[in-house]
């Protein structure tokens, strides 16, 4: 019970700082950015300033679906922040190149995220058939099995709560290059710049919510894990 509770706490609170994200994001795509320049042009002037050449910047599909691949060295910008010429646009396109700027730079953080995506991985589908054994019948932390359930359970949300962690200075770090890339040159400045800043600290406060549930449901198990001792 306990667990279910918590885990809707968190859809609950992640969906209104969702929504929240959509609101900003819509509300800053109608105003014009000061530079005026597209999200697809402002990535490419800010590839350029840093001296990056070798990352493509590509449109992909959906609403809020960009990111940067450090593998295929490619930043995919959503149709609305590719061709869009708003704060958001601007905002958005920046705050991935600030991650292929990091990428460059060797930020720790970021390398150190990169290097435990493939573990993640892993601990996501573990916990698929996890789950599947708890909805069988299987109790954690009773019985042999049970025991050995609840402390792959502790391990997977311990591995995701430390991916959330790590991501956390990873995009706020991101921003931070953004908004300041973006004042110097001029593509959002006074109320354009406090709107970007506005939209990525809400961009940010998803991670937040993200990191702070994995972090909750990891205690929650390795406590479970502790007093079953």
Sequence with gaps: MTYMIIVGVFSLIGFLVSNRLKSKFNHYSKI????????????KQMLTHFGIHNVKIV???????????????????????????SIAS???AAHECGH?????????ALKMRSAIVPVVGISSRIQQFLFMGMMVGFGVGSGAF?????IA???????????SLITLPVEFDASKRALLWLDETGNTTGEAYDGAKDALTW???????????????????FLRMMGSD
């Design 32 to 43: 014009p950015s000061s530079g005026n320049a597209s999200g697809a042009e402002v990535a």
């Design 59 to 85: 449109q992909g599909q959906g609403m809020l679906t960009d990111h940067y691949n450090p593998m295929s060295m490619t930043i995919s910008l959503s149709p609305e922040v590719y061709q869009g010429r």
């Design 90 to 92: 601007a905002a958005v």
């Design 100 to 108: 292929a700027v990091q990428h460059a730079e060797a930020y720790a």
């Design 146 to 150: 049970g025991n050995l359930l609840l």
């Design 153 to 163: 359970l502790t391990i997977t949300f311990g591995i995701t709560a430390l991916f």
């Design 203 to 221: 961009a940010a406060m998803t991670y937040i919510v993200s990191a702070i549930s994995a972090l909750v449901m990891f205690l929650f198990f």
